[in-house]
């Protein structure tokens, strides 16, 4: 099993940044990669980025420039840097690692993943 933990959410002012991390525990060594994904009442689980165990990265064509996300495998943990923050960006943000091999169709799709964090709500103000 692996486990995630979820920090650094919170309520920003649009145009303003916030940085997620995620630091996984356990079986760590079963993951190949690890992403964020966002939620909200009214749309899908849909992903925001993701980082492969070699540093390869994936990002919503939305959101590329804006998001960057990276990892440092030393501390198992994966981070999540969000500038210019407008009020569509605010959702429930999730951690998931995932044990498959793959490319960008694969971890861009929720279901190749096994362990989700609990997420942690983002609220940007206009």
């Known amino acids: 099993q692996v486990q995630l933990v979820e920090s650094g959410g919170g309520l920003v002012q649009a145009g303003g940044s916030l940085r997620l991390s995620c630091a996984a525990s356990?079986?760590?060594?079963?993951?190949?990669?690890m992403g964020w994904f966002r939620q909200t009442p009214e749309k899908e689980r849909e992903l925001v980025a993701a980082i492969s165990s070699g540093g390869s990265t994936y990002y919503a064509d939305s959101l590329k420039g804006r998001f960057t996300i990276s990892g440092d495998n030393t501390k198992n943990t994966a981070y999540l840097q969000m500038d210019s923050l407008k009020p569509e960006d605010t959702a429930v943000y999730y951690c998931?690692?995932?044990?498959?091999?793959?490319?960008?169709?694969?971890?861009?799709?929720?279901?190749?993943?096994?362990?989700w964090g609990q997420g942690t709500q983002v609220t940007v103000s206009s």
């Open positions: 356990g079986r760590t060594f079963d993951i190949n990669a």
């Open positions: 998931a690692a995932s044990p498959t091999y793959g490319g960008s169709y694969t971890y861009s799709r929720a279901n190749s993943y096994t362990y």
